[in-house]
């Protein structure tokens, strides 16, 4: 059984830093590009970063270039978003994803992702 596990989600102020991780099991995580999705109450799900398979490669959302990194760790299992900068519009419900490949130019589109966590809770103020 697959599952995604985020952490790191909390409350900071406006130009502050968190990290979000995520824990993969159930998977060939190595094998599996990654990805993180976030979505604020009454808008639509959006990408923001994917990472390939051995972390050669990253996509970013215009609106999050720049202020966070995504990375991983395929000895742990483990994926990485590191937010600097976080602005009030961050405020979102913030997902891991999991896929066995990204198609170019597919990688931020919410239907490429076969696995979702629950989810964390970002909240900037």
């Known amino acids: 059984q697959v599952q995604l596990v985020e952490s790191g989600g909390g409350s900071v102020q406006a130009g502050g830093s968190l990290r979000l991780s995520c824990a993969a099991s159930g998977l060939p995580y190595s094998q599996y590009c990654m990805g993180w999705f976030r979505q604020a109450p009454g808008k639509e799900r959006e990408g923001l970063a994917s990472?390939?398979?051995?972390?050669?490669?990253?996509t970013y959302a215009d609106s999050v270039k720049g202020r966070f990194t995504i990375s991983r760790d395929n000895a742990k299992n483990i994926m990485y978003l590191q937010m600097n900068n976080l602005k009030p519009e961050d405020t979102a419900m913030y997902y891991c994803v999991a896929t066995q490949s990204c198609p170019g130019g597919s990688e931020l589109v919410a239907s490429t992702y076969t696995y979702w966590g629950q989810g964390t809770q970002v909240t900037v103020s």
């Open positions: 990472i390939d398979s051995d972390g050669g490669s990253a």
